[in-house]
């Protein structure tokens, strides 16, 4: 890339940035949760038209992507270095900006049943952990389906979980699921269900009659830091 193109590429993100309503729409996307245009639209106060309008310029200058889920579209920041930007650029103004807080009563939040896995914070715990520990392939922040590594179906039939089980089912196998009160995703498909079904089993957590909520028990807590490393 010249100079001069290096310059208007810059000139082009600095203005998509630069309109206040498209800048709090990403603020509001630094986070790390996703969000819908009507959310968006509504924290940045304008219509939803102007907001897909916006939502469109910032696609186009690849500050944020968009992965449907069902009837919905999510969007979230393109990368870090967007995010990086994004706090440079609020270190040199000097501000501050609202963080997310989501309004699910706290048992929901924590744990419970999506469909037939687990969601809430417990669920998102375990989804980026088990991708941080390399067990999945895949990008979380689109559509696509995640491939399980011999690493992961390893660690994962060392938990007790029925892989070949979960691929042989006519569904699909794993994905990322958004998380409603997360805005982040949790592990979806027949391997999420598998994995719900062992914690079930070994008692990790316990659920509450009539009720999505999940119980996370001590056993789950030092079970989960034992084989995950990770602490609840």
């Not at 600095?14 to 630094?30: D, N, Q, T, V």
């Not at 969000?35 to 106060?45: N, V």
């Not at 270095?81 to 929901?108: R, Y």
């Not at 979380?140 to 992961?152: F, K, P, Q, V």
Request: net charge positive.
């Amino acid at each position: 890339m010249n100079v001069e193109s290096a310059d208007a590429a810059a000139s082009s993100i600095a203005a998509a940035i630069g309109e206040p309503a498209r800048a709090r729409m990403l603020y509001c996307l630094a986070d790390g949760r996703a969000r819908t245009s009507t959310e968006l639209a509504i924290l940045a106060d304008v219509s939803p038209s102007t907001a897909s309008v916006h939502l469109r310029r910032l696609m186009t200058n690849r500050l944020v992507k968009v992965f449907a889920q069902g009837k919905h579209r999510y969007y979230s920041l393109e990368g870090p270095n967007v995010a990086a930007a994004l706090e440079a650029l609020s270190v040199l103004a000097g501000g501050t900006h609202d963080t997310f807080v989501p309004n699910t009563p706290e048992p929901l939040r924590a744990a419970r049943t999506c469909y037939d896995h687990i969601a809430g914070t417990l669920g998102v715990a375990l989804h980026d952990r088990i991708r941080t520990m390399g067990w999945l392939t895949g990008d979380s922040a689109d559509a696509h389906s995640y491939e399980l590594t011999a690493r992961g179906a390893t660690g994962l039939q060392g938990l007790g979980v029925d892989v070949d089980r979960a691929r042989a089912l006519r569904r699909r196998f794993a994905f990322a699921c958004v998380d409603w009160s997360e805005r982040r995703p949790h592990l979806g498909g027949a391997l999420g269900a598998a994995l719900l079904k062992v914690a079930l089993k070994r008692r990790w957590v316990i659920q509450e009659l009539d009720s999505r909520i999940l119980s996370l028990t001590t056993l789950g807590r030092r079970e989960i830091l034992a084989r995950f490393s990770l602490k609840l």
